[in-house]
Every structure is written in structure tokens, then in C-alpha cells.
């Protein structure tokens, strides 16, 4: 796995709770195993306190995408890097499983949350880096604060998905329409 494509962690665990909406989908053992890569083994003891630390550092995960977004870039860096001394890498390379050779960035003893977060931390890390900290967004459809990583070439994208992007059209286009008649009537 390249290393940029672990900041999606970072989004997958910030999208798992919608602030305002009351949408919480990191809540059950069942919920931390569909965010974790399937191939990992998890003991439940490990689940239960992998959910606790999750849900924990998530807040923390949000804000850099927010600060990020509201072009408060160093601030964003700073969080990252407060990220980067909690949740250190411990590099290695392995081939158990006869996976051939790979990277991994943390301790199978740590447990699943700090594995999880230590590869987060260290994709936003990269993402940063190498693209700057604006690739990092916050979904501006009305009612959607998802976040994501943009990696569009011309670093355009302003939606966490297709779905908000045509909801946010259609709202456009209405609004439009609803201007285009109230300007008729006065003509
Ligand atoms: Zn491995
Ligand atoms: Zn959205």
C-alpha cells in the first residue's frame, strides 16, 4: 500500500460520525471490524478497547481536515505533527503469510487502534508533504460535513461524493431558477 493512500483511514474513521446529524456508525465491536482491513486478526478483548481509542482520537482526526479546509494550514500541520509524536511509527519490513515484502508501520502488539491511527497519521503526514495541506477537505454540501482527501490534479474537488455533488447542483440550479423568476416579475 503507498503511504499517501493511509490518510483514507483518516477519513474512514472521521466519516464514521456526522457532527449534527446523530450519526455515529463507530459504536459496536461489528463496527470497529468493518473500519479495520479485513485481514487483520482482532481479539475481542483488543476490539473493546480498540473501539474506546478510536472513538477518542476521532475529534482530533476531524479537526485537522476543518482546520485544513478553513486554509488554516499550519494549524492543521501543527495537530499532525502532535499526531505523529502520540501515534509513532515503528517501521519493518515483513513477508509473513508469504505476502511478499512489505512495509508495516507499527507494532502488531500495540493493538489494532494504534496500528490503525499510526497509518492515518502518517498518510496525512505525506499527503501534506507532498501536496499541501489544502488536499485535505471538508464536504461543503448543506448538511454534510464528511471529509476527504482531494487528489483531483487541479485539487478542485469540493464534495465528500458524487451524491453530494449532484445534491448541491440540483440546490444550485433551483436557487438559480428561483432568482431567474423573481428578476421575470419585476421586468
Ligand atoms: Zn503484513
Ligand atoms: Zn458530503
Redesign the pocket.
Known amino acids: 500500500m503507498e503511504i499517501l493512500a493511509y490518510a483514507e483511514r483518516a477519513v474512514d474513521l472521521v466519516n464514521t460520525e456526522i457532527p449534527g446529524a446523530d450519526q455515529d456508525s463507530l459504536r459496536s465491536e461489528q463496527d470497529l471490524r468493518r473500519l479495520l482491513p479485513a485481514t487483520w486478526t482482532v481479539s475481542h478483548k483488543a476490539a473493546e478497547d480498540g473501539l474506546r481509542e478510536l472513538r477518542a482520537v476521532r475529534p482530533r482526526l476531524r479537526r485537522i481536515f476543518e482546520q485544513a479546509a478553513a486554509g488554516h494550514g499550519r494549524s492543521a500541520v501543527q495537530a499532525v505533527n502532535k499526531l505523529l509524536v502520540d501515534f509513532p511509527a515503528s517501521l519493518s519490513i515483513s513477508d509473513h503469510d508469504d505476502d511478499g515484502w512489505h512495509m508495516h508501520l507499527a507494532d502488531a502488539e500495540s493493538g489494532p487502534a494504534r496500528r490503525f491511527v499510526t497509518g492515518a497519521a502518517l498518510g496525512l503526514a505525506y499527503t501534506i508533504a507532498e501536496r499541501g495541506p489544502e488536499r485535505l477537505g471538508v464536504?461543503e454540501?448543506t448538511r454534510?460535513r464528511?471529509v476527504f482527501v482531494d487528489t483531483t490534479t487541479n485539487s478542485s474537488r469540493r464534495?465528500?461524493?458524487d451524491r453530494?455533488a449532484t445534491r448541491a447542483n440540483v440546490a444550485a440550479y433551483r436557487a438559480r431558477k428561483r432568482a431567474g423568476v423573481g428578476g421575470g416579475a419585476r421586468a
Do not use: Q, R, V
Open positions: 464536504c454540501a454534510c464528511a464534495y465528500c461524493s453530494c
